[in-house]
T-cell receptor, first 112, second 116 residues
């Protein structure tokens, strides 16, 4: 069963605008959430994370928002740059677990 | 290169052969994780190991798949008698040991396994 869902397979944004990538989860035991970025033929690269005790975490152009009641998180990238074009994976883990549960990814294209 | 090293990057096997995938964790990391990615899918957890110990293998298929992380040398994911459905990208990740603040897993570039 897919416990982490990224319902948008793709997203296209103009350079300089905001990119918003969404992620929903079903397991209420998840307490840590991560975003990874992946280029073709490479491994996922860690981008930003958030603990369930927070509702926002910011790192430069990247901000992750967590809405626990809605079991929803989002990644905001502003301003978007062509180099941000990649597949973005949302992942989650439980407090007692080691495994990361991944969504299927959203392919972001930032056009000049 | 201080990152997670996986080899080979590409591996082609015929049905029934064995596949061995190797992973050297980042320097200072003693926890290793293996994930599999099928086409158009996200990564699926397979197994979590520490040196000489399998901690969690809940994602490993019950047959033909095994993993080890010996005291010396890389972690090995071994697939015996491969079938077409084993074709996938296999990613290794590592993280530091210890308690306290959670440390994200860092991934290698994967091994792309193709079964003929």
């Amino acid at each position: 069963d897919q416990q982490v869902k990224q319902n948008s397979p793709s997203l296209s944004v103009q350079e300089g605008r905001i990119s918003i990538l969404n992620c929903d989860y079903t397991n209420s035991m998840f307490d840590y959430f991560l975003w990874y970025k992946k280029y073709p033929a490479e491994g996922p690269t860690f981008l930003i994370s958030i603990s369930s005790i927070k509702d926002k975490n910011e790192d430069g152009r990247f901000t992750v928002f967590l809405n626990k009641s809605a079991k929803h998180l989002s990644l905001h990238i502003v301003p978007s740059q062509p180099g941000d074009s990649a597949v973005y994976f949302c992942a989650a883990k439980t407090n007692s677990g080691y495994a990361l549960n991944f969504g299927k990814g959203t392919s972001l294209l930032v056009t000049p | 290169n201080a990152g997670v090293m996986q080899n080979p990057r590409h591996l082609v096997r015929r049905r029934g052969q064995e596949a061995r995938l190797r992973c050297s964790p980042m320097k200072g990391h003693s926890h290793v994780y293996w994930y599999r990615q099928l086409p158009e899918e996200g990564l699926k957890f397979m197994v979590y190991l520490q040196k000489e110990n399998i901690i969690d293998e809940s994602g490993m298929p019950k047959e033909r798949f095994s993993a080890e992380f010996p005291k010396e040398g890389p972690s090995i994911l071994r697939i015996q008698q491969v079938v077409r459905g084993d074709s996938a990208a296999y990613f290794c990740a590592s993280s530091p040991s210890g308690q306290g603040v959670y440390q994200p897993q860092h991934f290698g570039d994967g091994t792309r396994l193709s079964i003929l």
